[in-house]
């Protein structure tokens, strides 16, 4: 043993070269008593490192497990040397030359029952080991899926961030974005002065998103006192649903136009799904001043009568709309410097009538006094400038609120100045009188033998002032309303001039004031007539006009006979304070200017003839011609009960400004009893109010008979 304490070469007996290890329990001689000798008379020192066996360096099998198979199945394990097998037994070396370690016995040996027969050894020796798959194939199969599944994984990554990267942003982006109206303002209505007849003011509304709220029973009952809606009305708008592209509705009105006010109780609530914001509501000023031809709106302010249905796109406007992004949760918040994106709103613009509104309180005022005096139904009046054609006033009455029009029933609510369908009664032989002269049939200073009664085919005619068979002048026609003399002037002109001059007056047709719903009227083409027809018609029996449409008639003769259009829009106002007047209105000549200037003398008749059916219409200080009419209401293809009294006229005869139709429908009444101090208190007031100078002429004499 060398001083290392490693184990020292020595010569075997063939001279080979051996490693003999040292046994503690080993007695002997030679060299293991000379290192005993040495150990002893040595100093005392460490003892070595244990001894190193020296080992024969195996190749180990890739397979683990094939040993202990092999010492299970009863046989000894090998080890991978190479060859044809590719594995042979160990050699165990012999006896007295191995090592400790190869002479002791293996640890777990095999005990054999030797007294088993010698075949069942056999048997057991010869079984065969089962074969057991390849690492290296198993391993490039697993490689060759975790390789697949990255790159499905690879794809859809590629598919999600690039392809449909956009895709799915927007469909993100959208479940974070919320919408909100924001209303247009409606544009106003102005009288021809500018003042306001309706406006929009300072208001709420109040919306839900129905997909944030989990009960809407609970919802509808909390808001329902605050709003003054019943609950049952707000539970279909509180409930979830969809829209036509089958997505979630996200925005519903609750109420809109409400008072601040109101605005702030429901935020006091603070309920997450309802919310508040600015809008605006209609308010009509003057309430029923003008209400028949304005209308109203509904809670979204669209125009559903009147003016504002008619309008309603030029008033209304477009809506406005703000989408921006909010954070997720049952209270979405704003998310400061995320999306934002805002369609402003675009105003209306609002529309300038020919209205006054002082003229139009007071033509109201009176022709409810008079309605109510005579126990009328309803009643319609109209004053128009006679060189412009613009309508002044409008009056219908009775008349609603239309600030708050839904407690009214809709009957208030008709403009019966265009919507009205009657017989204008004797008021019609004006344009008969006009027609005779203009067509050279008579002189206005010329007579006609008038007998007191006159057939008709089966209809007998006779005059409300009793005669005997005498010449009348047409003054005298006129202030006693002649009906035997009116068919004889007729029966001059013959059926189709009748109807020629009906048309030529605007009877029959819509005068395009620009009211909603306009009626025709109905004036029979001369080869219907049947009959009487020959001698109603020609007596405003039988026929059916409007009151505008007898106003513009009117005016034509007190306008040099020229027809003009009557007009109810002055002008429309932008935005942005640019004004459009509105186009010229049509014209035509009716009748000579000499037969304009004869008629507008003859008209005075009825008024200065202290007897005369228009004596009541008599106006101090100013000359006035008009008619008087009583005629029947056309419904349903028949007539109702009662009557229709009616005056059209106008002021100063001398030198018209203004021309004025009245009719007001009774149980019973003519037009110079009921029509004709509604027409002198009405046009009192518009000369008073325009300043129209008095009248410079005297009141004419009229000589009844020849």
């Known amino acids: 043993m060398a001083e290392d304490g490693k184990p020292r070469r020595g010569s075997g007996k063939n001279g080979d070269r051996r490693v003999v290890p040292l046994d503690k329990n080993r007695r002997g001689t030679g060299d293991a008593a000379r290192r005993r000798t040495r150990e002893q008379n040595a100093e005392p020192r460490v003892d070595p490192p244990p001894y190193r066996r020296r080992t024969t360096v195996r190749r180990v099998d890739r397979d683990p497990f094939r040993p202990a198979l092999q010492l299970l199945d009863g046989g000894s394990p090998k080890t991978s040397r190479g060859g044809k097998g590719g594995t042979q037994a160990r050699k165990t070396?012999?006896?007295?030359?191995?090592?400790?370690?190869?002479?002791?016995?293996?640890?777990?040996?095999?005990?054999?029952?030797?007294?088993?027969?010698?075949?069942?050894?056999?048997?057991?020796?010869?079984?065969?080991?089962?074969?057991?798959?390849?690492?290296?194939?198993?391993?490039?199969?697993?490689?060759?899926?975790?390789?697949?599944?990255?790159?499905?994984?690879?794809?859809?990554?590629v598919e999600l961030q690039v392809t449909d990267a956009a895709a799915y942003a927007a469909a993100a982006l959208d479940q974070r974005l919320y919408e909100e109206i924001v209303p247009a303002e409606r544009g106003s209505i102005l009288d021809r002065d500018g003042n306001a007849l309706a406006f929009s003011a300072?208001?709420?509304?109040?919306?839900?998103?129905?997909?944030?709220?989990?009960?809407?029973?609970?919802?509808?009952?909390?808001?329902?006192p605050v709003l003054g809606v019943p609950a049952s009305e707000l539970l279909p708008k509180l409930q979830r649903q969809k829209n036509d592209n089958g997505d979630a509705v996200?925005?519903?009105?609750?109420?809109?136009?409400?008072?601040?006010?109101?605005?702030?109780?429901?935020?006091?609530?603070?309920?997450?799904?309802?919310?508040?914001?600015?809008?605006?509501?209609?308010?009509?000023?003057?309430?029923?001043?003008?209400a028949n031809i304005l209308g109203f709106t509904g809670d979204e302010t669209k125009g559903l009568a009147g003016l504002e249905a008619q309008y309603d796109d030029l008033l209304r406007g477009v809506d406005g709309k703000r989408t921006y992004e909010v954070t997720p949760g049952?209270?979405?918040?704003?998310?400061?410097?995320?999306?934002?994106?805002?369609?402003?709103?675009?105003?209306?613009?609002?529309?300038?009538?020919?209205?006054?509104?002082?003229?139009?309180?007071r033509a109201q005022q009176i022709l409810t006094e008079r309605m109510k005096k005579a126990n009328g139904t309803f009643g319609a009046a109209v004053i128009m400038d006679v060189k412009t054609g613009e309508v002044v006033g409008l009056a219908s009455a009775p008349s609603y609120d239309a600030a708050d029009p839904f407690k009214y029933d809709a009957?208030?609510?008709?403009?019966?100045?265009?919507?009205?369908?009657?017989?204008?009664?004797?008021?019609?032989?004006?344009?008969?009188?006009?027609?005779?002269?203009?067509?050279?049939?008579?002189?206005?200073?010329?007579?006609?033998?008038?007998?007191?009664?006159?057939?008709?085919?089966d209809n007998v005619y006779e005059d409300t002032h009793y005669h005997t068979k005498r010449p009348m002048t047409l003054g005298g026609i006129l202030a006693y309303s002649s009906n035997v003399g009116t068919i004889e002037l007729a029966d001059m002109l013959?059926?189709?001039?009748?109807?020629?001059?009906?048309?030529?007056?605007?009877?029959?047709?819509?005068?395009?004031?620009?009211?909603?719903?306009?009626?025709?009227?109905?004036?029979?083409?001369?080869?219907?007539?049947?009959?009487?027809?020959?001698?109603?018609?020609?007596?405003?029996?039988?026929?059916?006009?409007?009151?505008?449409?007898?106003?513009?008639?009117?005016?034509?003769?007190?306008?040099?006979?020229?027809?003009?259009?009557?007009?109810?829009?002055?002008?429309?106002?932008?935005?942005?304070?640019?004004?459009?007047?509105?186009?010229?209105?049509?014209?035509?000549?009716?009748?000579?200017?000499?037969?304009?200037?004869?008629?507008?003398h003859l008209l005075q008749a009825p008024i200065a003839v202290p007897d005369g059916t228009g004596h009541t219409a008599h106006l101090d200080g100013y000359l006035i011609?008009?008619?008087?009419?009583?005629?029947?209401?056309?419904?349903?293809?028949?007539?109702?009960?009662?009557?229709?009294?009616?005056?059209?006229?106008?002021?100063?005869?001398?030198?018209?400004?203004?021309?004025?139709?009245?009719?007001?429908?009774?149980?019973?009444?003519?037009?110079?009893?009921?029509?004709?101090?509604?027409?002198?208190?009405?046009?009192?007031?518009?000369?008073?109010?325009?300043?129209?100078?008095?009248?410079?002429?005297?009141?004419?004499?009229?000589?009844i008979y020849g």
């Open 93 to 157: 070396p012999a006896r007295g030359r191995g090592t400790p370690t190869q002479r002791q016995p293996p640890r777990n040996p095999v005990r054999r029952n030797r007294s088993q027969p010698a075949s069942r050894k056999r048997r057991m020796v010869k079984r065969r080991l089962p074969r057991l798959a390849s690492p290296n194939k198993r391993l490039r199969i697993g490689t060759v899926l975790v390789l697949l599944v990255f790159v499905v994984i690879g794809g859809r990554l």
């Open 202 to 224: 300072d208001a709420r509304y109040v919306y839900a998103d129905p997909e944030m709220i989990s009960d809407p029973q609970a919802v509808a009952d909390q808001l329902s």
């Open 250 to 290: 996200r925005f519903v009105y609750l109420a809109r136009g409400v008072d601040p006010e109101v605005g702030d109780r429901v935020t006091a609530l603070a309920n997450p799904a309802v919310r508040v914001r600015h809008d605006e509501r209609r308010v009509v000023p003057g309430h029923d001043l003008a």
């Open 330 to 361: 049952n209270d979405p918040q704003e998310i400061p410097g995320g999306f934002n994106r805002e369609e402003a709103a675009r105003p209306g613009s609002s529309l300038q009538l020919t209205i006054d509104q002082d003229l139009q309180f």
């Open 411 to 457: 009957k208030l609510m008709q403009d019966w100045t265009a919507n009205a369908v009657l017989e204008p009664g004797s008021v019609h032989k004006a344009i008969i009188v006009s027609a005779a002269i203009q067509e050279g049939l008579i002189k206005p200073d010329e007579t006609i033998v008038v007998p007191p009664t006159l057939k008709v085919a």
């Open 494 to 600: 013959g059926p189709e001039k009748v109807y020629e001059y009906q048309q030529r007056f605007g009877l029959g047709s819509p005068t395009g004031v620009g009211v909603a719903g306009e009626a025709e009227g109905i004036v029979r083409p001369s080869d219907t007539w049947q009959g009487s027809d020959h001698g109603s018609i020609p007596i405003g029996l039988g026929v059916a006009v409007t009151p505008l449409q007898m106003a513009a008639a009117y005016n034509a003769i007190a306008n040099g006979g020229t027809w003009i259009q009557p007009s109810l829009i002055k002008s429309t106002i932008a935005p942005d304070g640019t004004v459009t007047q509105a186009p010229a209105p049509a014209t035509r000549q009716v009748i000579s200017k000499e037969t304009s200037d004869a008629m507008r």
């Open 625 to 703: 011609g008009g008619k008087t009419g009583t005629g029947q209401l056309a419904k349903d293809g028949g007539y109702a009960p009662g009557e229709v009294a009616g005056f059209v006229g106008f002021a100063p005869a001398d030198d018209p400004k203004y021309t004025v139709s009245v009719f007001i429908y009774t149980p019973g009444g003519g037009g110079g009893a009921v029509a004709g101090p509604a027409f002198r208190d009405i046009m009192a007031f518009t000369m008073g109010h325009f300043r129209v100078p008095p009248s410079t002429e005297a009141e004419p004499e009229f000589q």
